[in-house]
């Protein structure tokens, strides 16, 4: 039978692994693309017209799946973006950014702005790739920082 190990000693051994995580753990800008994409796509759909808003809606949930499929067969783990504690206040702004987006769209759809839907698609994608980038910064930071 093993001896349990001292306490400080698991918690250095955790500290530990958190740090050599965030060191190691960078994700390629084809990842950023990807959700970027998924985003606009999503922000797009809403100001389409029918059948390409579903067209869209339904390819953009599919690029989701496989943007997750792809983190957790690459990485081996998954980090929902509203759980981290300080890191879920940058998805939240994220998600008011393209609800806003979607507004836009909408609105553009039911004034005829043709165009509307490729302006806030096209700052979805933008407004994704900064938003996630400044997710895992903190997201890192917050790992390093502390044990929770």
């Given at each position: 039978m093993t001896q349990a190990p001292d306490p400080k000693d698991a918690l250095a051994?955790?500290?530990?692994?958190?740090?050599?995580?965030?060191d190691q753990m960078s994700y390629p800008v084809t990842y950023d693309l990807m959700y970027g994409t998924?985003?606009?796509?999503?922000?797009?759909s809403q100001g389409l017209q029918l059948p390409w808003s579903v067209v869209c809606l339904v390819i953009a949930l599919a690029?989701?799946?496989?943007?997750?499929?792809?983190?957790?067969?690459?990485y081996g783990w998954w980090?929902?973006?509203?759980?981290?504690?300080?890191?879920?206040?940058?998805?939240?702004?994220?998600?008011?950014?393209?609800?806003?987006?979607m507004g836009g769209a909408i609105w553009g759809k039911y004034?005829?702005?043709a165009?509307?839907?490729?302006?806030?698609?096209a700052a979805g994608f933008v407004a994704a790739i900064l938003g996630g980038r400044l997710w895992?910064?903190?997201w890192k930071r917050e790992l390093q920082a502390d044990g929770t």
């Open positions: 051994a955790i500290q530990s692994a958190r740090a050599g995580m965030t998924v985003c606009g796509l999503l922000v797009a690029g989701l799946a496989y943007a997750v499929h792809w983190w957790k067969k690459r980090v929902n973006g509203y759980s981290p504690r300080r890191a879920r206040w940058v998805a939240f702004a994220l998600a008011a950014v393209l609800i806003g987006l004034t005829g702005i165009w509307m839907p490729l302006a806030t698609g895992m910064r903190v």
